[in-house]
């Protein structure tokens, strides 16, 4: 089993692996708190490499026909599906989170990758013949150059894969900078595309944090930058990345409403509702942490969330059953029980309390319930990423809406009811960019792009979808005429 092996983290530079300069961050198995790896922390000068050695890939990248860059794609999914149980079992280790959900994520970024298999489709230009006489007008795309990717510990394997396949399939060459603390995904991903194909140097990795962040942003070699991570780092990412000339998608925090109207299908919408906040241990930034309840569906609901909260089982995300997962580190785990702590001074109501650790090894937490949060208070606000669910009483649908738009994230919302006119209403004039009909976690299938609004993206093109292929593209428009007759 994984768990028996110790990693050794190196940096892909140029299709070779090389080891750090003896700086590093330990990687811990969330499930028992023993450190399975260390990540080396690069510098500056690691980044330097990897741009030399990724603008040494470009040219000869950027002229492989996209078929055959397409073809190096289903040989890297045939791996991807070969080798699917594996990377299922590392996401458990290295994130914590249970196979159920590490199997999730796999298969969603395998999804990415059967996307990019169609590149020769997607990357397709635009024509109109004869604008005037004897005039056409044509475009095409074509790849930026080196770009680099920032991800963060929640989906080690699904986040890379949003951009690698579509980055690479469209002709650039790419830098992975990893979250540090789950490094081991992103190092298989690297291997299993050299067994596809991939020429060296179109594909690198530089391991580390912040340095490694900032020397990306600063290199005037890499032409764009996509980060997925937290809204203040996102917000760092976008505003330097853009100062220093590249192009820039940031997809940062949430805070996720869940509306749950009186006619609600309970006994379907609860365990919806019971996922979403406290699988992964809420380390998804589709949680929905917060659950709106209108009107006389309140304490029913929070009734039967209770019930069924307190009878998940904790452990960990390797055994079977295991439904409430560790979070990533003791230092969060601290951080979510000050949010409770807050929470309570504040004046909620703490109807489960999740502050225990229900167990000695690891980096456990029980479920947490709050009930009577208002929009004042931090735990309505702010994103806490762990097995917290707050409860908002309001009186209607409107009132739903106008707290959740009291947010100043906007990534998804979710409504439970069989109501068409109140999913219409609620459409209209929620601010989020990524909705759930009766769908507790709105997760967009691969050919959409991940859709996050306000606070929670910084940019113009999402990753995934044709926005992915428009960010990691630019177009030539061509306007033609011949001077000859026949
Ligand atoms: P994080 O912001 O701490 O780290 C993300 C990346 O940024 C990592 O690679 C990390 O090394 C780097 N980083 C961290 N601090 C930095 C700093 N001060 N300067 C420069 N770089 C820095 O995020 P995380 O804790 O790894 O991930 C959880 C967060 O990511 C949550 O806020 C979650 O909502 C968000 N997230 C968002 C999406 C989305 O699609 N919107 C998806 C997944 C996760």
Known sequence: MQRERTFSVKNLIGGEWVGGNGREEPVYDPATGEVIAKTPLSTKNDVAAAVERAKAAFPGWAATPVTERARVMFRFKNLLEENFEELRDLVTLENGKDKKDAGGEVRRGIEVVEFACG????MMGESVRDVARGVDNVSHRYPLGVVAAITPFNFPCMVPLWTIPVAVACGNTYILKPSERTPLSSQRLGELLGEAGLPDGVFNIVNGGREVVDSILEHPGIEAVSFVGSQPVAEHVYRNGAA????????????????????????????????????????RCLAGSVLVAVGEAGDKIVAEVKRQAENLKVGPGGEEGSELTPVIRDEHREKVRSYIDSGESEGAEVVLDGRTPPMDAGFFMGPTLLDGVTGEMKVAREEIFGPVLSVVRVDTLKEAVEFTNGSSFGNACSIFTENGAAVRYWRENIEAGMLGVNVGVAAPMAFFPFNGVKNSFYGDLHATGKDGVRFFTENKVEITRYFSKF
């Open 244 to 283: 220093n000339g590249k192009r820039v998608q940031a997809l940062a925090g949430a805070k996720n409403s869940m509306i749950v109207l009186p006619d609600a299908v309970l006994d379907q919408a609860v365990p919806n509702i019971i996922s979403s906040a406290y699988g992964n241990a809420g380390e």
């Open 119 to 122: 590149m020769p489709t997607l």
